[in-house]
């Protein structure tokens, strides 16, 4: 079996401070990488709280001892880096990766999961939520591909989480299931531009997967979708963490452009 390590590796995963952004990032930090947690410093603090919480477990769980000369533990470093940006915002991810350059040296993996959903029937959808869903989830990967690539060292690994939405469509999900499909034609043309610095660029298909999004989902329509799952679970974040370092590791490095659903058999 293969263990992953990621030893001298640097990666940032944009949205990390919950759901499966952070059991990625925890799954980077168990690999011994250097870890970017991003997040979004939204008015409330919410997600910054979320952040410092998850910087300190992992901390404990992965960070190095530091010992006093008698060999006591007087404290530890973490493992983990956090950074703050609105993946909307141009400037902001500019910035954002400027700081990774100038605190960790350069980038060796970018793993895009920021997003939200906004589900609404075409008929009913707003300008606003059809907007926000295409700034956040394809804009904001542009932006992240766009300034992550100019301080990505050659032999990088990009890997965006898109949705089996974007493969498939389902209803309610004109602006979401558009943005998706957007991601997963981006990471195709990635691929080919990227090649010649021996950067991958792949995308995940996460089927359902229990997170804080999947409590914006109906209950009806949860009902219907896990009657559809051949596995007869939802996903967990340790499923797609899993698959991102298989994306991530060095041994996939003939694997680009492609998308890889982790559905447990849905798609
Ligand atoms: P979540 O809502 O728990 O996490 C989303 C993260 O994105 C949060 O940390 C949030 O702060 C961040 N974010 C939102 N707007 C941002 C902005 N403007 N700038 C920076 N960060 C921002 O959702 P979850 O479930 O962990 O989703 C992660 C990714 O997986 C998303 O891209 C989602 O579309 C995708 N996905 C999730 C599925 C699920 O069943 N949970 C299924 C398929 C795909």
């Not at 799954?27 to 947690?37: P, Q, R, S």
């Not at 919480?53 to 008698?70: C, F, K, S």
């Not at 690994?157 to 991601?183: C, E, P």
């Not at 804080?212 to 949860?222: H, I, R, T």
């Amino acid at each position: 079996m293969i263990t992953y390590r990621f030893p001298n590796k640097v990666v940032l995963v944009t949205g990390s401070s919950r759901g499966i952004g952070a059991g990625v990032l925890a799954a980077f930090a168990k690999a011994g990488a250097t870890c970017v947690l991003h997040y979004w410093d939204d008015p409330a603090g919410e997600n910054r709280r979320d952040a410092e919480r998850l910087d300190e477990q992992l901390r404990e769980l992965y960070g190095t001892q530091v010992t006093d000369t008698g060999g006591r533990e007087i404290g530890r470093t973490s493992p983990v880096h956090l950074m703050a940006a609105d993946v909307r915002d141009a400037a902001q991810v500019e910035a954002l990766m400027k700081q990774v350059k100038e605190t960790c040296g350069g980038l060796d993996v970018l793993v895009n999961n920021a997003g939200i959903i906004r589900d609404r029937t075409l008929k009913k959808m707003t300008l606003d939520e059809w907007h926000a869903v295409i700034q956040t989830n394809l804009d904001g990967v542009f932006h992240c591909c766009k300034y992550g690539t100019e301080v990505m060292r050659d032999g990088g690994r990009i890997v965006n989480i898109a949705s089996v939405a974007g493969l498939m469509g389902f209803h309610g999900q004109t602006n979401y299931a558009a943005a998706k499909a957007g991601v997963i034609g981006m990471t195709r043309v990635l691929a080919k531009e990227l090649a010649r610095r021996q950067i991958t660029a792949n995308a995940i298909a996460p089927g359902m997967i229990q997170t804080a999004m999947m409590g914006e989902v109906k209950p009806e329509m949860l009902a219907e979708y896990i009657k559809a799952i051949p596995a007869g679970r939802f996903g967990t974040t340790d499923d797609i963490a899993n698959a991102v370092l298989f994306l991530a590791s060095e041994e996939t490095n003939y694997v680009t452009g492609q998308v890889l659903p982790v559905t447990g058999g849905w798609v």
